[in-house]
């Protein structure tokens, strides 16, 4: 067995990163066939041009069009004003044309960028993007044994492939690369980002040299990852097998692999293909896209918010990287702080943000939708706390109500909930006396005259006791402070 922590000490593994985008259109890609094969019987979501039959000719999807070039911009990449498709010959029983129509020379989406928290350092580091292309899906091949089923529901479901630069150099990185890219393609409308129906997919290149070495290793190539976790196992596992094969002075063949998520291992499927191998030429059949680049400003001027843009907003807030993250995770959450935020101060906006991610992050709690609670009531609730109406305990509950009751306010929910605090000094004052003339609380109050400070709390203890648990603890401790100096 390798000792690992050395070997990553004397080995570099270099990650780039693949990830198909299914995008967010009604139709495919070039036909009216429905895009969203979700529960779908196989073979249903299929048309003429789909199947390839002879005299289908392909009409290109607008929309899909106008996706990719959110795509780019959120990628902070350069739009190509043109583009062109070409052929990708290859044989599978899944491509019934014989050969996929992509943007192998002339992309849609140039050179870019996707900013991520290094999770080694903590620091803001860049990863580049190569460049990013249209393209068609192939269908499904499910085998059984010694026969084969094929779905082709997916054939012509319109994609953008994400070709990033080999930046990523553990596998932590490329978790947490591929986790952003999500957010960015989900925030900005382009893809609906169900990784489990497929939404997104990631091929991941991996290769291992020694530290310092001019050139990298041979590469091989993960593909159809579903989930940040199995980008994040996969790599760690790859990285481990290369290098016992490096120690042991074998070879780490170009290969195809794919990963086995019960075993968690990857498995060799084929040799990697060569660029040649696909017998590339240009589409005859559809037209260049030209844009204007008053197309493109236009949908810059439409982009919404993205994940940096609300982390820029929430920076005077100090919630650390772990907290942001979460929130992020929730796009109608980000939004909904971002709104309250505009209308109230950083400390109340602070006490909302930790209550989406404490309480609304709660697999209890997950469903609930922002949306259904006006900003003015999360901030009085935040007021509320703040001011020591309600304990940290009752507020939470507050909150959760606050999803049910239609537009009652905080402060009538919470008094609905009988869960204000007790406040008053009078009132406080009066109990505190009940309290400190209590017999069994003598010792503790000759305790506190004595300096003893860690006896109030059993005294404050007492009086939350008599007053219900409505009284304020930090009121109680200072009326008590008062009374015995």
């Known amino acids: 067995m390798i000792d690992l922590k050395k070997m990553h000490e004397k080995y570099e593994m270099t990650i780039g990163v693949e990830c198909h985008v299914q995008l967010a259109t009604k139709t495919k890609l070039f036909s009216g066939a429905d895009n969203d094969a979700r ?83 903590g620091e803001l580091t860049a990863v580049r993007i190569e460049h ?19 779905d082709l529901n997916r054939a012509g479901t319109p994609l953008i492939e994400i070709v990033s ?21 989900t925030y900005s409308g382009v893809s609906y980002g169900d990784l489990f129906n497929g939404n997104m997919r990631f091929d991941i290149n991996i290769s291992v040299a020694l530290k310092g070495a001019k050139e990298l290793g041979e590469r091989t190539e993960i593909k159809n990852l579903n989930s940040f976790r199995s980008v994040e196992r996969a790599a760690d596992y790859e990285f481990q097998r290369q290098v016992e094969l490096l120690e042991k002075g074998e070879k780490v063949l170009r290969e195809t692999r794919g990963w086995n998520e019960a075993k968690q291992k990857t498995i060799g499927q084929r040799s990697k293909e060569q660029a040649k191998d696909y017998r590339l030429m240009p589409e005859p059949d559809v037209p260049p896209i030209v844009l204007t680049a008053e197309q493109v400003a236009e949908a810059r001027a439409a982009m919404p918010l993205l994940p940096c843009d609300y982390r820029a907003k929430w920076a005077g807030l100090e919630l650390g990287e772990a907290v942001v993250n979460a929130l992020l995770d929730n796009q109608a959450r980000a939004a909904k702080l971002a709104e309250v935020l505009a209308k109230t101060d950083t400390k109340l906006a602070k006490r909302v943000a930790n209550w989406f991610v404490s309480v609304l992050g709660s697999e209890e709690n997950a469903e609930l939708d922002v949306a259904q609670i006006k900003n003015s009531a999360l901030i009085e609730l935040a007021e509320m706390a703040e001011g020591g109406e309600l304990s940290s305990t009752a507020a939470k509950e507050v909150l959760v109500k606050l999803f049910e009751s239609g537009e009652k306010t905080a402060r009538e929910v919470a008094k609905q909930m009988n869960l204000l605090q007790v406040n008053d000094e009078c009132e406080l004052g009066r109990i505190v006396d009940e309290v400190l003339a209590l017999p069994e609380t003598a010792r503790a109050v000759a305790d506190v005259k004595n300096g003893e400070m860690k006896a109030i709390g059993f005294l404050v203890g007492q009086v939350m006791k008599r007053s219900g648990g409505k009284a304020n603890p930090g009121a109680v401790n200072k009326v008590i402070q008062a009374k015995l100096q």
Do not use: C
């Open 132 to 150: 990013a292309h249209l393209e068609e899906d192939a269908g499904k091949s499910t085998h059984y044994g010694d026969y084969s089923l094929i």
């Open 39 to 121: 529960g779908a019987e196989p073979n249903t979501k299929v048309s003429p041009i789909d199947w390839a039959l002879p005299g289908m000719l392909p009409v290109l999807n607008k929309k899909a069009v106008d996706l990719a070039i959110k795509a780019g911009l959120a990628l902070k990449s350069q739009i190509n004003l043109v583009s062109r498709f070409d052929r990708k010959h290859y044989f599978y029983p899944d491509l019934p044309k014989g050969y996929q129509t992509t943007q192998a020379n002339q992309p849609i989406i140039g050179a870019g960028k996707v900013e991520v928290i290094d999770p080694a350092t």
């Open 165 to 185: 630069e080999p930046d990523i150099h553990s596998a932590a990185a490329a978790k947490a690369y591929v986790t952003e890219l999500h957010r960015l393609m």
